[in-house]
């Protein structure tokens, strides 16, 4: 079994920016996610079968969606899941239709997917006990050109995430 997710993965560039604008939003407790580990999850699949990738990683090349650009420019946090975040203020509609497309193919899969409406948004702490306030700051921008499957592996210092494929948006 491999712990994974569909995620929008930043580019280098676009990874130190949305690195410095979190180190400007003052975290007073948590713990801090580590800006290698920065990004934004468009569907989670959980625990997966490995005979289950292939279906996935099929599903994921036969999508056709246009590249968008996204602009992250405010911060918050949920005080239920205790992170900390940044996020778009406005979710193109690109975006939207890529998750739709990537939680139906996890339906025909047979794996359980999120039913919520989805909130965009890069976790930058977790496990906060105080309240942060929203904030917002000058545009990160972001030209989407891909989307990626990620395994998430648990290490005694939290999670690392790695990249195990990834697919151009067109």
């Not at 997710?5 to 713990?31: E, K, S, Y």
């Not at 056709?64 to 406005?90: D, E, M």
């Not at 939680?103 to 359980?112: E, S, V």
Request: hydrophobic content about 40%; overall charge positive; aromatic content about 10%.
């Amino acid at each position: 079994m491999k712990r994974l997710f569909f995620a929008l993965w930043p580019h280098d560039g676009v990874r130190a920016m949305l690195a410095q604008q979190a180190r400007l939003i003052h975290v007073n407790t948590g713990r801090r996610v580590p800006p290698e580990n920065f990004h934004i999850t468009l569907v989670f699949l959980g625990n997966v079968e490995e005979q289950s990738i292939p279906v996935l990683t099929g599903a994921a090349e036969g999508l056709s969606i246009a590249g968008f650009p996204l602009q992250i420019n405010h911060g918050g946090w949920w005080k239920r899941a205790k992170v900390a975040w940044l996020a778009p203020a406005y979710t193109p509609e690109p975006l939207l239709e890529l998750v739709r497309q990537l939680n139906h193919q996890g339906r025909l899969a047979g794996l359980p997917v999120d039913e919520r409406d989805y909130n965009p948004h890069l976790t930058i702490a977790r496990k906060l006990t105080r309240p942060l306030k929203p904030c917002s700051f000058e545009p990160i921008h972001w030209d989407v050109r891909e989307f990626c499957l990620v395994e998430s592996v648990t290490h005694e210092k939290g999670a690392r995430y790695r990249v195990m494929q990834s697919w151009t948006l067109v």
